[in-house]
């Protein structure tokens, strides 16, 4: 099938993802879809490399527009179509001299298109693997709930046989009394085979309540030892962001039902004790058989009881003082303490089971304000129950907050045991797949959005390298362990894993959580990699990754800008902290960075988002508008705060920085120079160490801290030509100094007065000697 129809074939969401690939006018969807069989039997990679061949192409290209024109151009239906042809067709023509950069974009296009299908056969994929999970679960439900009906259809059935059974003993007791009273041969006989027919009756009973308790065993089995413990793994995972279902509705319903049931054979074995005292007779099966029934009845339901206590809610699970929640903990250092240390609940000594709180049926006691105190000995007596939550951490300080979730995530991912109290004694190392999707998860708590495959591969290259399974990177045999998770730091750092990875979830937590959320963010991705990323893009195309060497974490952005000799050069940016966004949206920032370039004249950079969204179209929500008001010296100045990073060093002279030149490449922008800084993963803004962020309508140059990455590589692309948004030179253009500085409702005449009048305008003029120069009456009216 071609490449086309499967596009068209696509749900709603992928479609959606090919409408808004071809939302602007580079390459047209109607030129795509009326050219479609042309246009897929090219070879467009040979193109954007044959000069000859993309001049051929492009002819072709441009004769099937007329083509096509001229089919529409016999039908009035298609008036509408006819004149877009021929907009296309000239539009296509202004770049008649540039067939190259035609066949780079239709090469392009048709990859995303690539990348959309797979996208979408790997959600199939994965979809058609959770149906078949779903389907299965639903089938083990579906066959435990006609279980659990045929358990309660017995029972009933048992109600009937049990009342029929006392409507039998009661007619034999009748009828041995009248014999006793009148007895005769043929009366005893009778009275012998109903008698028999009773035992008979009785003992049948007796094996439907052993066959009951044998089906309440079996299915008391499957609630506990598989649906309720992967329940509770569902909730241990989604304590630590798994975003499992941890309802309890459908576990209730089945403990209810069966319990319920089990109640009712408990009442048969109390009316079978009854018939046993009102008569009985030699080899009566009750008083033999009862006992163990009653045995085993009360087995079942102690441990479906005792089953059914579960911790709904689970507590923080690591604790600091200062909260509210206040835990007193006896701390008892002693290795050979026998079992699992027990707390009880001091609190409230009774909670009335309230089933108002609940409309399920269920019945919960909400206990608040507890405090835990150490069981020395264990108590006896009847009616003590209990459970376990999850274990947790009592910490003194909130910088313990970050190993103690270190350790949280560890034990819950790996130990489905909330008694393992030596679990760290001997702590399992984690699988590549576990760790990735635990980290995932985070990352969901924190912003709504998980890991793609993409970011989890940077993240599995950082830690093992490229670890290759045929033609396809794989890391699923690879383990973490829990030193190289939180004890061993990273490379070329004086931070561990763990402590890189929450400084960058907080970050998202704190200032980046939309960002993150809609995608804008890709986040974890290698230097090399987002450079060549960005050099496959138009200029001034950039994106947002993490930086590696900051271990509070930080976010950085990197733009990719075009010489006139069509050589690409990628630009990167100091990270930003939470300090730095704290004071600055992220949104903001990009709004407002500029970069000196010529007799200082500043510009924003960046404008298309990876790999080609229009800056405001992606960020334009999140802009905030930032005014000066509250400055009483810039009162009549219209202000906002940007970030400027300069043209070249700052302070060159004092730092002695290297200057790598690069004469071959004369960037179409005003050049900025470079610092020869490749093989360092952030490229740090030198200059001052103040904050980079600048609150004035003026830029002064001394006050400027940062510094461009200038990577103008050799290696040529010449498909590419520099066709940037083009900005107007500051310099060239006349300003209206007033219109600019003054605010709207400023009166002219009194602010030109006060300035003429100024006793301080001339300090710093070197005048000069001029005929036509005359004094100035300051009370010449305005």
């Not at 298609?78 to 780079?104: D, G």
Request: with cysteine; proline share 4%; glycine share 4%.
């Amino acid at each position: 099938m071609a490449q086309w129809e499967q596009l068209q074939q696509l749900d709603a969401m992928y479609s959606q993802k090919v409408s808004d690939l071809y939302n602007n006018d580079d390459f047209p969807m109607e030129v795509r879809h009326y050219l479609a069989s042309w246009i897929e039997s090219q070879d467009w990679d040979r193109a954007s490399r044959d000069p000859s061949h993309a001049a051929l192409l492009f002819q072709v290209l441009l004769q099937n527009l007329d083509n096509q024109f001229s089919r529409f151009a016999q039908d009035r239906d298609c008036f509408l179509l006819q004149c877009h042809f021929r907009r296309y067709k000239q539009n296509f023509q202004k770049h008649q001299e540039e067939p190259l950069f035609i066949a780079e974009i239709i090469k392009w296009f048709l990859q995303k298109e690539r990348e959309i299908l797979n996208d979408a056969e790997l959600a199939q994929q994965v979809q058609t693997l959770q149906v078949q999970s779903a389907a299965m679960e639903l089938e083990s439900h579906r066959e435990l709930e006609k279980r659990i009906k045929d358990f309660k259809s017995k029972a009933q059935m048992m109600e009937y046989n049990i009342q029929r059974l006392e409507d039998q003993q009661d007619e034999f007791s009748f009828k041995y009394e009248l014999q006793k009273m009148d007895s005769s041969a043929q009366e005893n006989e009778q009275l012998q085979k109903m008698l028999n027919e009773l035992d008979k009756c009785k003992k049948s009973f007796l094996s439907e309540v052993s066959t009951m308790l044998d089906c309440a065993a079996s299915l008391s089995s499957t609630l506990i030892d598989e649906e309720l413990l992967d329940w509770k793994r569902r909730q241990q995972k989604s304590c630590i962001g798994a975003p499992d279902d941890t309802s309890l509705q459908q576990l209730e319903k089945w403990f209810t039902q069966i319990i319920e049931c089990m109640f009712q054979i408990q009442k048969f074995l109390q009316k079978l004790g009854e018939l046993a005292e009102k008569i009985t007779y030699a080899r009566d099966p009750i008083p033999v058989k009862k006992p163990s029934l009653q045995s085993r009845l009360e087995t079942l339901l102690t441990r479906l009881i005792k089953s059914a206590f579960v911790v709904e809610t689970q507590p923080f699970l690591y604790k600091v003082n200062e909260l509210n929640h206040v835990m007193k903990v006896a701390v008892s250092v002693d290795n050979t303490v026998n079992g699992f240390r027990k707390f009880n609940v001091l609190g409230t000594l009774t909670k009335t089971l309230n089933m108002t709180e609940r409309m399920t049926g269920g019945m919960v006691a909400d206990f608040r304000h507890l405090t835990l105190k150490d069981q020395k000995a264990g108590g006896g007596g009847k009616g003590i129950n209990d459970t376990s939550s999850l274990p947790f951490i009592v910490i003194s300080n909130v910088s313990q907050q970050q190993s103690a979730w270190a350790s949280v995530l560890w034990f819950n991912m790996l130990s489905s045991d909330p008694k393992n109290k030596k679990f760290f004694d001997n702590c399992p190392a984690i699988t590549w797949t576990q760790f990735g999707e635990m980290l995932s998860w985070q990352f969901l708590s924190c912003g709504n959005r998980g890991l793609n495959n993409d970011q989890l591969d940077t993240l599995a290259i950082k830690l093992f390298g490229i670890i290759m399974n045929g033609e396809q990177k794989s890391y699923d045999n690879c383990m973490i362990p829990w030193t190289k998770f939180t004890r061993e730091s990273l490379p070329d750092t004086n931070f561990t894993l763990w402590m890189w990875l929450d400084g960058i979830l907080n970050l998202v937590k704190l200032y980046l959580s939309d960002l993150w959320s809609d995608g804008s963010i890709i986040g974890f991705v290698s230097r090399g990699k987002e450079r060549d990323m960005l050099k496959k893009k138009q200029h001034g195309t950039f994106l947002l990754r993490f930086s590696e060497s900051i271990k509070e974490g930080g976010i950085t952005f990197s733009w990719v800008q075009y010489c006139n000799n069509g050589k690409p050069s990628v630009h990167t940016v100091k990270p930003f902290t939470s300090a730095d966004l704290k004071q600055i949206a992220l949104p903001d920032i990009l709004s407002n960075f500029q970069i000196l370039v010529a007799e200082n004249a500043p510009i924003n950079p960046l404008y298309y988002l990876y790999p080609n969204i229009p800056k405001d179209q992606a960020f334009g929500k999140y802009y905030s508008e930032k005014k000066g008001d509250e400055n009483p010296y810039l009162k009549y100045l219209k202000t906002k705060l940007v970030f400027v990073s300069p043209n070249g060093c700052a302070d060159a002279d004092k730092r002695q920085m290297p200057v790598k030149e690069e004469p071959s490449c004369t960037s179409s922008e005003p050049s900025t120079s470079a610092i020869d800084d490749e093989d360092v993963e952030d490229i740090f803004l030198h200059g001052s160490e103040n904050s980079p962020m600048l609150s004035s309508s003026t830029v002064d140059a001394d006050l400027l801290n940062s510094i461009l990455d200038n990577d103008c590589e050799s290696s040529s692309l010449e498909v590419f030509s520099c066709r940037s948004p083009q900005i107007s030179p500051s310099p060239a253009i006349g300003v209206d100094i007033l219109q600019v500085a003054l605010s709207p409702d400023m009166d002219v005449n009194v602010a030109l007065k006060e300035f003429i009048i100024d006793s301080n305008l001339l300090n710093s003029m070197n005048l000069i000697s001029d005929s036509d120069f005359h004094d100035i009456d300051s009370n010449m009216p305005l």
